[in-house]
Every structure is written in C-alpha cells, then in structure tokens.
C-alpha cells in the first residue's frame, strides 16, 4: 500500500494538533522538529518555558509533552498512519523526550484514536461551576479505559474521599499564595489585555472564585491590580479522578501526559467538561497524600469533570511549518502553545 507521503500540509496538521494539548500551567514547554529520513517528528523539551520554582524535578513538564505527543499520534491515524512512539529515545539527548515515526496504516482490527481527532480542537479546560450532573457511569467507564489503554490508572472517588482530595488542593493554594517566588512565577504565564495574547494565561481566563470556597481554583493573577469575576456558587457535589501510575520515572510521566489527553478528550467526545486540579502535585506531602492507601500509587493529576458550560476558547500561536527538506526545520524551531490548561 503506498504510504502517505509526509508534505507541508500534513505537517501543519501534526502540529497544529501537537500545540492545542494542555500544558501545565500554560507553559508550552515543547519544541517540535522532523526528520525526513526516519519520517518522524521530534518533540523536545524547551528548557526556556519550563517554571523551575513550581516543577523543579520536572514532571510537569513532562506531562505536558505527554499530552502533546498524544495529539500527534491522534492527527497521525487520522491521516492515514500507524505512529510508533518513543520515549527517551537518545541517552546522549536528554532534551528529546520522544519521537513519533510515521508508518504505514492501523492495521484491521486494532484500536484507531481518529474518532478522538474533532475533540482535539474542541477540548478547552473549564474553570466555570458545573451543573453537579451525575456523569453517567458508561462514559466515566470509557475515562478509565481510556487511562488503562495508555498505561496509567484512573481512579473516581466516593463522596467522602472526593472532599478530602479537593481539601488538599485548597491547602495547595494557601501554600502558593504564601510564597512570593512561586507567585511571581505563576503570575508570569498571565497576560494583559493587548499583550501578545498567543502566549500565557488570558488574565479574564482562570475563572470566578467559589463562593463558599470549597472549589479550589487557581490564583493566576495573585496580587495584580486585575478584573476578578465575581464569586460563584460551585457544585456542590463535585466529580473528580486521580489520574496515577505505579511508577513515578521520567517515562512514566511521559506515559501519563498521553493517558490524560487521552481521558480528557474521551470526556470531550461524552459532552464533558474538564479542568486540572495540577496545583496540589507542586508539594511532595500533598501528592503523597493524594495516594491515600493506594499501594504502589504515584499520583499525576487530579481531573474535575462534569456537565456545564465549555471552557473559554484562547488564542493560540500559529504553528508555521516549512517543507520537510533534506535537513529538517531548522534545529531549535519552536511552534506556538494553547490557552490555558493547568
């Protein structure tokens, strides 16, 4: 069967893909490249965008390249291919986190991620108050699947344990808010109004605070004189998931970036909205905590999920792509980011 030919066009659809994955917090730390000769696209890590105060190890950082390479691989078999992923590939190249070779076509019978490929632009994370609609338990079923399929695990918690997790997160806030450094850091990834919106966290993005402070949202803005929404009654009986792996090495972070987008556009495909509680994974206490009595549980990303309004669509870089040649992009080219996602 003759293989799809790898041109501009296709490209500028990978890439377009890879740049609309969350990121956490917005920090677009990716940087895209091709190699004609193996077919496959390079995704590194970019050393500039990564917040060293908030993800000193950095995982996070990691799992939003996770993200971005699921993308890749969802335009990939969309257009006809087969992606083959590695992770790490070069132990002399530490910056190339994976690489995404682009074969032949999906075989007959195996799982094909191209009905996921319409949610990759649809999905927006939504910081607004959900409806407290009881997701049904099939497409909750599917979320989970969907983690397993990627290697990773995804836990609902009952009631009880849903208001112990999202105290911890409230505490995680308190923490941040507390420490000038890591304020500063976050505040850096907001943008004014006028400012080069393709970058960072729209100040009118993050969403109201709630009201009876049960919802813990995070605080983009921190002590700048910004227009704040008014505070809003949230759920009262929120739904979240524990995404979580059984190792906690830089592949599994990796591993977990593809499990999330994975769950977080099968919700999208359901009608359902999502957000990311990421915010209590910055304290080492409190993301041993989230793990409760969970053997062997390395917790990645707390997930709220529900019915409601769809998240603030954000602007985006533009992904500018020259034709594959002989050499690749130039070395170090770096295509633009998404709105924000922590």
């Excluded at 990978?14 to 000769?37: E, I, M």
């Amino acid at each position: 069967m003759q293989t799809r030919e790898v041109d501009a066009p296709a490209v500028r659809v990978l890439l377009a893909a890879a740049v609309a994955a969350p990121s956490v917090p917005d920090t677009q730390p990716w940087r895209f490249g091709l190699d004609p000769d193996s077919r496959s696209v390079q995704v590194r890590a970019d050393r500039g965008r990564w917040p060293p105060t908030a993800d000193p190890q950095p995982r996070a950082q990691h799992l939003s390249v996770g993200a971005a390479v699921f993308n890749i691989r969802v335009a990939a078999q969309y257009l006809g291919w087969d992606p083959v992923v590695r992770l790490r590939p070069a132990a002399d190249d530490p910056d190339l986190l994976a690489t995404v070779r682009l074969t032949g076509t999906v075989a007959a019978g195996e799982p094909s991620l191209r009905d996921l490929y319409e949610a990759v632009e649809r999905r927006h994370t939504s910081r607004t108050p959900l409806t407290g609609r009881t997701v049904p338990e099939q497409v909750v079923a599917a979320m989970v699947s969907s983690a397993r399929a990627e290697g990773s695990h995804l836990d609902v918690p009952d009631a009880v344990a849903t208001r112990r997790l999202l105290r911890l997160a409230t505490v995680a806030d308190a923490r941040g808010a507390a420490q000038p450094a890591r304020a500063a850091e976050v505040r850096t990834r907001t943008t004014a109004p006028g400012a080069d919106a393709a970058r960072g966290v729209p100040r009118t993005a993050p969403g109201p605070r709630g009201a009876a402070g049960r919802m813990p949202v995070r605080d983009f803005t921190g002590a700048l004189s910004a227009p704040r929404l008014p505070a809003s009654r949230f759920e009262r009986h929120a739904q979240v998931a524990l995404l979580w792996t059984s190792h906690d090495r830089r592949e599994d972070w990796l591993r977990a970036g593809q499990a999330l987008q994975r769950v977080l556009l099968t919700a999208t495909v359901h009608g359902v909205r999502t957000s990311m509680l990421h915010q209590v994974m910055d304290w080492p206490d409190l993301r041993e905590a989230m793990a409760g009595s969970r053997p062997r549980c390395c917790p990645q990303v707390l997930i709220r999920f529900g019915y409601g309004p769809d998240g603030a669509r954000t602007p985006r870089a533009p992904a500018p792509c020259a034709p594959p040649s002989s050499t690749g992009p130039e070395p170090g080219a770096r295509h633009g980011g998404t709105g924000p996602a922590d």
